[in-house]
């Protein structure tokens, strides 16, 4: 584990960067540090109305912000595509495409607008098809995947990849992630003209722990409040600030590499310092990622 620091941070002026997920938390986090280190930034949203209040807040925060919004549901891989052709017909290179969106844990089987199980579709699949057709705008820019040190300990299914013969909420969400890794590495040893690396933010206070586990249900889920409580303690969770720092560090360092992993230094890598980390022993599979990729390019293209 090798600690890194993105402080001073680049100027990153002339930039064009794509962060999905940037409504709130961590992908609000990650855009609004990018606009205020000089970058134009593209918000990928959702949703449009939540979109508009996080780019106002942005300017807020960074007067003068090159900022705007493009709308895509993830959980769409015509919606993704529809938006992602929007930008080839602008034509602007972009610089940096942060895949960070995501769904976590809803505890019924959900599917996307495709008929994939809700967190593999929109946590992997989603960021597939948008990085892919994005590429020919790419060409030399840096590409960074956010995957969850819960994709240690997770598998693919191959036997049941979309959660239809067994549904295990936490388990089909280490599973996106790992996918998330894998495709991360696998794109970076394609050579396809980027530089392609992943990172995970730790246990960052957001709102991922209350709309996953809270959809389909009645009653709200305990989540978000045991992970506040926590945090208010100060034990294994930490804030946006602190969590949005490796993949920051891994999307805008001029030191950050492809085909690695960045994310805390702390015990468990729950919180901490970013740090260059080993690659998890589930991702260093390259028949599985070389797998994993054909399987993906047949589905989203």
């Known amino acids: ?5 993105i402080d001073p941070m680049p100027d990153l002026g002339g930039r ?30 959702r949703d449009e109305a939540r ?7 942005i300017r807020r925060e960074v007067p003068g912000a090159r900022i705007s919004l493009r709308t895509m549901d993830l959980a769409s891989l015509r919606s993704v595509a529809e938006m992602a052709d929007g930008l080839l017909d602008e034509g602007r290179p972009l610089d940096i495409l942060v895949n960070n969106a995501g769904v976590m844990a809803p505890p019924v089987r959900q599917v996307t607008a495709d008929g994939f199980e809700l967190q593999f579709g929109t946590n992997y699949l989603g960021h597939v098809a948008l990085t892919t057709r994005l590429l020919p705008l790419l060409k030399g820019g840096r590409v960074t995947t ?3 040190s819960a994709a240690r300990q997770a598998t693919l299914n191959w036997a049941d990849l979309q959660g239809e013969r067994k549904y295990a909420a936490v388990r089909a969400y280490g599973q996106s992630k790992l996918a998330n890794l894998l495709f991360a590495l696998e794109l970076d040893r394609r050579k396809l003209g980027v530089v392609s690396n992943a990172a995970h933010p730790g246990t960052t206070l957001t709102g991922l722990y209350a709309a996953g586990p809270n959809l389909g249900r009645s009653k709200p889920a305990p989540h978000e409040a045991i992970m506040t409580r926590l945090a208010g303690w100060g034990v294994l969770v930490h804030g946006v600030e602190q ?9 805008a360092s001029p030191a950050a590499m492809g085909g690695r992993l960045y994310g805390p230094d702390g015990i468990g890598q729950f919180t901490g310092g970013p740090a260059e980390l080993a690659i998890y022993r589930s991702a260093r599979d390259r028949d599985s990622a070389a ?7 047949d589905v989203v293209l």
């Open 243 to 251: 969590g949005v720092l490796p993949a920051l560090y891994a999307a």
């Open 146 to 148: 956010m995957t969850s």
């Open 16 to 45: 064009l960067a794509l962060v999905t997920g940037a409504s709130s938390g961590l992908g609000l986090g990650l855009a609004t540090r990018l606009a205020a280190a000089g970058a134009e930034v593209l918000l990928g949203v």
């Open 291 to 297: 797998r994993l990729w054909d399987w993906s390019m």
């Open 51 to 57: 979109g508009q209040s996080a780019l106002d807040r």
């Open 1 to 5: 584990m090798n600690t890194v620091t």
